[in-house]
């Protein structure tokens, strides 16, 4: 059974960091490409970052900059390093995996991050 666990998020003021992580069971994290989307309140569903089970890292526009992508194999583990928040991050963040680059086929429950002004 494949579980994808997020945890890390939180409160925080603009210009402050959180770091989330996605802990995976149940699936070859280190052979698996890995991502990140957000849900916002009355938005979809938005691409945040991607790294390929090679380390090529891939990020929205948005957060270019401001967010890195990282992943630690031996824990099967994936982070989301979010530096300068602003209140237009504010959302539900979900870790994904793919199945093929782009496809995705597990997501995890998700974790609220919240940005104040």
């Known amino acids: 059974q494949v579980q994808l666990v997020e945890s890390g998020g939180g409160l925080v003021q603009t210009g402050g960091s959180l770091r989330l992580s996605c802990a995976a069971s149940?699936?070859?994290?280190?052979?698996?490409?890995m991502g990140w989307f957000r849900q916002a309140p009355g938005k979809n569903r938005a691409f945040v970052a991607a790294i390929s089970w090679s380390d090529r890292t891939y990020y929205a526009n948005a957060v270019e900059g401001r967010f890195t992508i990282s992943r630690d194999n031996a824990k099967n583990t994936l982070y989301l390093q979010m530096n300068s928040l602003k209140p237009e991050d504010t959302a539900e963040y979900y870790c994904v995996r793919a199945r093929e680059w782009a496809i995705y086929d597990y997501w995890g429950q998700g974790t609220q991050v919240t940005v104040s002004s």
């Open positions: 149940g699936v070859s994290f280190s052979t698996s490409h």
